[in-house]
């Protein structure tokens, strides 16, 4: 594959500021593009973002004019997943990579049913703190990404992301086993992003005894039941490891679904304990956690959407 010149961003989140930010501060703008809709794109230029209280501009283009990037990467949130795919199509040509930072266990799979699987490469954005709130992001941690080929013929791509990954100066490691990863992520997401949510806290609310730590673990430990009838064996060292992990971030930060319910925004609950509940029916699993946990979040939403 050749090195990676250009860039494009789909999504404006939290993590797509991150990552936008991280690569201009160190390669320059001229390389990379955040591509949305022109209406969209309307709305963002009239829009001041900062990134941990400094002004920052960020190249944009219209997502019906731009040319095939070398890299892209997928940063919205997984209702915004059909919409995304759409958005990108003219940014994929043959030798396009593509990586997803969602949260969950299912958009690498809808982006290469869209685009090739052989162009999407597997990656879990994890450890960053990062809250954004309108245009204004902030963070404490930026994280590393936790990257992997699911076949070796995808080998030539994965050195070419991560030789980029070096210029840009964004942490990752390597995973060989990266589906392993990808469920020890969505067992986390599944307790704390769910938890924090339905008991209205941050992440210092689910460390201590209680109720809401007590629901944490107990949605955690439903995945890792799941991820064993799905033949990936997450254990409880790596539940005790994501706890670990979780304790390293701003006590008083706060994950996604946390702001989604703040801002009044649809959730992504569906991702996380509607995708639980649907792959336990299948393997006759009960998961009482995830379905206490759903049906609060559904009410929740239903007083503002």
Known sequence: MKEIQSTAIIGMGALGLLYGNQIVSRLGSSGL???ADRKRIQKYHSMEFTVNGEHRTFPMEDCETVTPADFVIV???YNALPEALSTMKNCVG???TIISVMNGISSEQMIGERYGREKVLYSIAQGMDAMKFGSSLTYT???ELRVGALSPEQNNRLEAMTAFFDRAGIAYTVEDDILHRLWGKFMLNVGVNQTCMAYETTYSGTLVPGEAHDTMIGAMREVI???HAEHVNLTEQDLDSYIDLLKTLS?????S???????HRPS???MFSGTVREMAKKHGLATPVNDRLYKRIREMESQYT
């Open 94 to 96: 043959p030798d396009t």
């Open 75 to 77: 940063a919205v949130k």
């Open 141 to 143: 941690q930026a994280g």
């Open 33 to 35: 593009r955040f591509i």
């Open 225 to 227: 039941r799941l991820a």
């Open 268 to 270: 992504e609950v569906e």
């Open 251 to 255: 006590p008083d930060g706060m994950p």
């Open 257 to 263: 679904m946390r702001q989604d319910s703040l801002s």
